[in-house]
Nanobody
């Protein structure tokens, strides 16, 4: 079992920046990759970025250039740096551990961008 604890959400003005953190623990060797997803009101949850244990990353085309994912294996923490925030980035952001057995989700952290 894997446990995830997210932090860093909040209310930000458009154009600002924010860094989300996700500390993971437990059976971390079962994790294929860590990811951030988001779900805006009335929309489906979408994958925005992922990072492997080796540091390989992938970012959704829709946010490429503004979102950066990284991880610190010594701290068992994954980060999502979001720059040039837009009102359409408003969503609940979920950290996720992707494993062969399935996905473990964090509790989610709200990001609200004001125009």
């Amino acid at each position: 079992q894997v446990q995830l604890v997210e932090s860093g959400g909040g209310l930000v003005q458009a154009g600002g920046s924010l860094t989300l953190s996700c500390a993971f623990s437990g059976r971390i060797f079962d994790i294929n990759f860590m990811a951030w997803h988001r779900q805006a009101p009335g929309k489906q949850r979408e994958l925005v970025a992922g990072v492997t244990s080796g540091g390989g990353t992938d970012v959704a085309d829709s946010v490429k250039g503004r979102f950066t994912i990284s991880r610190d294996n010594a701290k068992n923490t994954v980060y999502l740096q979001i720059n040039k925030l837009k009102p359409e980035d408003t969503a609940v952001y979920y950290c996720a551990a992707h494993m062969v057995a399935g996905i473990t989700w964090g509790q989610g952290t709200q990001v609200t961008v004001s125009s």
